[in-house]
Each structure stands twice: as structure tokens, then as C-alpha cells.
């Protein structure tokens, strides 16, 4: 029986960058994030890319985002991609930040079939690194330059503190059955193969089996590292984003 090609870079690719807010393509339902009539960006002239007066049309958004240099100098992004990186960002955070349900209910959009607001908290958290309760771009961006751009260890680094819910350095199986639990429930009840009731607590077994090596009931970070990077699949798919803008 012949099965079907798997997706190619380029629609996983898509794929990552739709689940991401503000970087759906706009041909998907856009969820405008609500801000004060007086916050709204209005209509300007057409934006130079190289003009440094237009960097980041400051005076259209309630949060004023570091300088464009600065930017640079923190990410790995380019001048040009941190500029198309935040206009897609505008137009959907008019505010120029974004809260935790905002962001979930963008999120939510591509799992109509499932409910993803748990998961999605946890993604949120992930991005807001400094615990203000707000996502703004160049939390955004710091988080997208590990993601697409970063070594293997800061990638592997990234996902374990997605992980590790309660930023105490090591991932318990409650942490990672939390986890695995809003991964299937965004995935929905009427997925093929049907998900059995008792496959998260197994899938949460079989990691703390690949990834435990002292078995002290916890995996540290270096557990983590070492045991992704010995993982065939886990690497392939760490490599998937390379180059994806």
C-alpha cells in the first residue's frame, strides 16, 4: 500500500509560522487584537524599507520597540526580515504587545478541531520570558530567532524551558503529562488512528524512559540535551527550520 509523501519543507515551513501569531499569511481568518480606537494605526504614506525614519513606524503603536539596531545585534535576523517581521506583527497587535488571551484565541484558529487555549498558555509563557504578562515584538522575535536560527542547544534550550512549566530547572512527569494532555486535547477527539484515554500518561513514560538517565524521577537539562541529540528524528526535525525566512 502506498503511502503518501510527507510534507515538504517548505509547507512545514507554513505550518510553523501559522501556529506563531501575527505571521498567519493573510488568506487565513485574521483575529485583530482589540486596542483603543486612539491606538489604532492609521493609513501612512507607503514605507521605504531603508529609510531609518520608517524603521519601525513608531509613532502607530502604543509599545515603542527597540531600536532596529539593537534588534540586529540581539537576533539573527536581518534589518530587512526585522522590518517584514514587524509589520506582520502590527497587523495583528495593533498595540504593539500581546496578551495571553489574545494570544490564545490566535492560536486557536488553526485548531478548530480541538481545544489549544492549555497549550497554548504554555507557548505563551515560553515567549514571555520576562513574566510581565505580555508578549511584545522583541520578546516575538527573540523567541523566533532561537527557534528559526539558533544552534541545536539553544533550540533543544528553548524547548526544554517550554518544558519545564515551572521554571525550576528540571521537567517532572506531572510537568510533562500537563504537557502531552493540551497537546491532545488540541488535537481533538476525532483524530485517525483515535487517541486512546491512557496514551499521554504512556507517551509521558516513554520519554522519562529515553530521557532519564540517572532515574532520579526528573530530567535535567543536560538529560534533555544529550538525549535529543543522540534522537535521529529529534534532530531532522530541530534542522526543519533552517533558513525558513
Known amino acids: 500500500m502506498c503511502h503518501p509523501p510527507g510534507p515538504t519543507k517548505k509547507a512545514l515551513k507554513q505550518r510553523f509560522l501559522k501556529l ?49 539596531e539593537q534588534l540586529q545585534e540581539q537576533t539573527k535576523f536581518t534589518r ?36 489549544s487555549s492549555t497549550y497554548a ?38 524547548a526544554f524551558n517550554l518544558y519545564d512549566l515551572n521554571k525550576d530547572g528540571c521537567i517532572t512527569k506531572e510537568e510533562m503529562l500537563d504537557i502531552m494532555k493540551s497537546i491532545y486535547d488540541m488535537m481533538g477527539k476525532y483524530t485517525y488512528p483515535a487517541l486512546r484515554e491512557e496514551a499521554p500518561r504512556e507517551h509521558v513514560e516513554s520519554f522519562f524512559q529515553k530521557m532519564d538517565r540517572n532515574k532520579d524521577g526528573v530530567v535535567t537539562i543536560e538529560e534533555f540535551i544529550e538525549s535529543c541529540q543522540k534522537d535521529e528524528n529529534i534532530m531532522k526535525s530541530m534542522q526543519l527550520f533552517d533558513n525558513v525566512i
Do not use: M
Not at 496578551?99 to 490564545?104: A, C, D, I, P, Y
Open 80 to 115: 530587512k526580515e526585522l522590518q517584514v517581521l514587524y509589520r506582520g506583527f502590527k497587523n495583528e497587535c495593533p498595540s504593539g504587545i500581546v496578551n495571553e488571551e489574545n494570544f490564545k484565541q490566535i492560536y486557536s484558529q488553526f485548531f478548530p478541531q480541538g481545544d
Open 121 to 158: 498558555t504554555f507557548l505563551f509563557n515560553a515567549f514571555d520570558t520576562n513574566h510581565d504578562g505580555s508578549v511584545s515584538f522583541e520578546d516575538f522575535v527573540a523567541g523566533l530567532s532561537v527557534i528559526l536560527r539558533g544552534t541545536i542547544d539553544d533550540r533543544l534550550n528553548w
Open 20 to 68: 506563531l501569531p501575527c505571521c498567519g499569511p493573510q488568506a487565513l481568518p485574521s483575529v485583530t487584537l482589540a486596542a483603543p480606537a486612539s491606538l489604532r494605526p492609521h493609513r501612512p504614506r507607503p514605507l521605504d524599507p531603508d529609510s531609518v525614519e520608517d524603521e519601525f513606524e513608531l509613532s502607530t503603536v502604543c509599545h515603542r520597540p527597540e531600536g532596529l
